[in-house]
């Protein structure tokens, strides 16, 4: 039997100073910060049913702007155009993108405000049971590039709190500009923590990478560039022991792919970023040992599985 799912986030839209505000007749542009302004998203999922109600704290959007606003949040997130609802509170403290009174510092908040819409509509497709290819392929992206930029950095490796886990807002501390508002000074951990959200897998990866590279003393070795070929977007690299093997093709996996290595010997599938414990597909057997020797024509390493959108990382046996 299906279950309903309903998800629910918010976002902050307070417009910059200087924005057209709508009503009471007459021309009036934002000057200072009371309360900021929101829009929330209601996500609900009923089987292969999806919905989206998204409120907006404006008086009113013509059709000719939300239009393209539904489009562009029926494309990031999935959700059928016909399924995207949205309301406004008609709140006459809140920016005016209608009448055509400042047009550049419109559009700029017009542009804002799809972005922010389409930010609130993205916590639904984090949630666990529901699918996203493009989720997946932001989860996939983040784990890579983490590790290629930890792996390849000098002797230290900064990290913005948050970021570990694919924190999905800024952090705005009070000032002049927000009308001193404490909204985004903050850092929502309970998305990482909460058991529910896809936010676990990036942090759970993010722990176990820093694990490795501790454990390794990866910072303490030079890379040695093994492998780049931008037609497979596939790229080989190592340090000592330790052999990390990247694929960005957003399709493409390919079976038997050389990869060279430093040291003869056994190697062993140590960290992947394809583990179903950090939102993969488990493609990668992880008990498989792999021989590295020289080839007929000179070459040191051995033959692998590189899936499509995966970072992996062998080491020799001692």
């Known amino acids: 039997m299906n279950k309903l799912h309903v998800g629910f986030a918010r976002v902050n839209i307070t417009p910059a100073m200087g924005t057209p505000i709508a009503g009471y007749y007459n021309i009036r542009l934002a000057d200072k910060v009371l309360d900021d302004l929101e829009a929330s998203a209601v996500a609900f999922a009923f089987g292969d049913t999806r919905a989206l109600l998204l409120n907006v704290d404006i008086a009113g959007i013509y059709e000719k702007v939300v239009t393209p606003i539904r489009r562009e949040v029926s494309r990031v997130t999935g959700v059928p155009f016909e399924a995207v609802i949205i309301n406004c509170t008609h709140t006459h403290t809140g920016a005016d993108i209608n009448k055509n009174i400042l047009p550049d510092v419109q559009k700029v908040y017009e542009d804002f405000l799809t972005r922010r819409l389409c930010d609130a509509a993205m916590y639904y497709h984090m949630d666990k049971n529901s699918g996203s290819f493009l989720i997946d392929r932001g989860i996939a992206l983040h784990k890579m590039i983490r590790l290629l ?5 000098g002797e230290g490796y900064l990290n913005f709190m948050g970021n570990e886990f694919g924190h999905p807002e800024w952090i705005d501390f009070p000032r002049e500009g927000n009308g001193w508002s404490y909204h985004y000074c903050r850092r929502q951990w309970s998305l990482a923590d909460s058991g529910l959200l896809k936010y676990e897998y990036l942090n759970g990866f993010d722990k176990e990478m820093v694990k490795f590279l501790k454990r390794e003393r990866i910072m303490t070795k030079t890379a040695q560039s093994q492998w780049i070929d931008q ?5 080989l690299y190592t340090k000592k022991k330790n052999a990390f093997c990247f694929n960005f093709h957003p399709d493409k996996s390919f079976e038997n792919y050389f990869v060279p290595v430093e040291e ?11 583990d179903k414990r950090f939102g993969g597909f488990d493609r990668v057997d992880k008990e498989y040992r792999y021989k590295a020797e020289l080839t007929k024509d000179g070459r040191l390493g051995f033959f692998c599985y590189l899936p499509s959108r995966t970072a992996i990382v062998y080491k020799k046996e001692d």
């Open 149 to 153: 930029t930890a792996s390849l950095v």
């Open 231 to 235: 037609g497979d977007k596939v790229l």
């Open 264 to 274: 003869e010997g056994f190697y062993k599938l140590i960290l992947s970023s394809d």
